[in-house]
């Protein structure tokens, strides 16, 4: 079931109120139109009436796509500072909900599952488009450390981050975007053979890092650039 809540939030550019139906469950398998909503960035994103500025408001949802193995608890990049306790959170709702308390048909279901924690709407997306596309996340973001391995020039720093935004014939399309506001700084392009070279290493240059993201909820190179004041 997806579930909506009616708010008025404040327009950050003149503070008019402003009408949202604010989303705390997406059932992708039920509302297709949802996921593709969030793929297509108009997903929560409404204009204001008095001036006119296009916004959205921060993600603070549950995510579940059974048909493509997903479950994601999707968080505002306000608590990106946080990740620890957030992903520590994550896997404890994820045990509640799909772990030895449940019904034997809600267990199967969680057995299908891959949990993820994502921070604002471009890791959101992110993770959608991998799974809509087939791409293991895991080794997505091991791609992202070769590209950061190799170019000396990459814009890494504390406010940008790279995201995968699209998929073509041609290979995987990311793109480096400011932290804050998702808006995006440069575009490259990932050859299919990176990918494929960096899937079929299972055992080696990047056994270590791709262990470690496996058994996380939080699949992101952020968890290993940030630390948390917050210990879990």
Same mark, same amino acid.
Do not use: D, I
């Given at each position: 079931m997806s579930l909506f809540e009616p708010l008025h939030l404040?327009?950050? $550019?003149c =503070?008019?109120?402003v009408a949202f139906d604010v /989303?705390?469950?997406v059932n992708a398998d039920r509302r297709a139109d949802l996921r593709d909503a969030i793929l297509? =960035? !108009?997903?929560q994103r409404q204009t204001c009436p008095t001036c006119a500025l296009d916004f959205r408001c921060d993600p603070e949802l549950h995510y579940i796509d059974v048909g493509r193995r997903q479950w994601v608890a999707a968080l505002p990049l306000?608590?990106?500072v946080h990740w620890q306790e957030a992903e520590r959170h994550a896997r404890e709702l994820f045990q509640r909900v799909y772990g030895a308390q449940a019904s034997a048909h809600t267990r199967a279901i969680g057995k299908q599952l891959v949990p993820r924690v994502t921070f604002g709407w471009a890791g959101l997306c992110e993770k959608v488009l991998a799974a809509d596309e087939g791409l293991d996340d895991v080794v997505i973001e091991l791609c992202k450390a070769a590209v950061l391995r190799a170019s000396e020039e990459a814009p890494l720093? $504390?406010?940008t981050e790279l995201r995968l935004v699209a998929v073509d014939a041609q290979g995987r399309v990311m793109a480096w975007m400011l932290t804050e506001d998702e808006s995006t700084c440069d575009m490259l392009r990932l050859e299919r053979s990176l990918y494929d070279e960096v899937a079929a290493d299972a055992d080696g240059g990047w056994a270590t890092l791709r262990a470690e993201? !496996?058994?996380?909820?939080? /699949?992101d190179l952020?968890?290993?650039m940030m630390a948390d004041p917050v210990k879990p």
């Open positions: 404040s327009c950050p $550019a =503070g008019s109120r /989303v705390h469950s297509a =960035g !108009t997903f306000a608590k990106l720093a $504390a406010e993201l !496996t058994q996380c909820m939080y /699949v952020n968890r290993l």
